[in-house]
Structures are given as C-alpha cells and as structure tokens.
C-alpha cells in the first residue's frame, strides 16, 4: 500500500496552467500504475489520465486529451499532471491514485481503488 499526497492547486485564470504533484511513500509506488481523477461540486469523481509504472503508456480522458499531460518520476516518489489552457469546467478537486492494475485499466477500477490523496483544489476563473 502507498500513501499519497497532492499539491499544486489554486486560482488561475482561464487560460492558464498548472503542474500538479503526487508524493507517494512506500516502496511499492514505483511498481504501480498511476492516474488522476477530478470531481466538481455536485458531480461524480471522473478519471483524467494514468500512466504505467514505467512512464512508458499513458492514458487520457477525452475531454482533456492534448491540454493535460501526465508523468512520473520513480526517483522522486512523483507524479504531475501538467494542464495548459485551463477552463472554468476545469474546476474540481483533484485526486491522485496508484494500484498495482494495468495503467489502461484505472478509469474502469475507480470504485475500487484503495490507495487515494486528499485531493487538490484547482478553481478556474472565466
């Protein structure tokens, strides 16, 4: 099990970017597949990307495919999650998770996963 912790939201405006961060404790983060998941007041928790263990495969929802990015360093326990041209429906509380399962198969598991952040607040201005 790894525990995990967000960082890097705030207010921007329309337009702008901002790179998250994921810190993970716990010697098994660098054999999991990571993702990102975000929920706006009064929606549910919807995936964003993932990627494997590795870096080598990533995974994007469509709605945000070719604005966000995401990466991981395995030296710094990491993951980001960069996002340009952000949108007021961008707004929502970010959250970061790691599993052990196939990368392409964390938007299926979400109900599942056990190893959640608390989440980061990112609020978009229009």
């Known amino acids: 099990q790894v525990q995990l912790e967000e960082a890097g939201g705030g207010l921007v405006q329309a337009g702008s970017s901002l790179r998250l961060s994921c810190v993970a404790s716990?010697?098994?983060?660098?054999?999991?597949?990571a993702g990102w998941f975000r929920q706006a007041p009064g929606k549910e928790r919807e995936f964003v990307a993932s990627i494997t263990w590795n870096g080598d495969n990533t995974f994007y929802a469509d709605s945000i495919k070719d604005r966000f990015t995401i990466s991981r360093d395995n030296s710094k326990n990491t993951a980001y999650l960069e996002m340009n041209g952000l949108k007021p429906e961008d707004t929502a509380v970010y959250y970061c998770?790691?599993?052990?399962?196939?990368?392409?198969?964390?938007?299926?598991?979400?109900?599942?996963?056990?190893?959640w952040g608390p989440g980061t607040l990112v609020t978009v201005s229009a």
């Open positions: 716990g010697r098994a983060w660098s054999t999991y597949a």
């Open positions: 998770t790691a599993d052990p399962a196939a990368a392409s198969t964390i938007e299926a598991l979400r109900d599942v996963l056990d190893n």
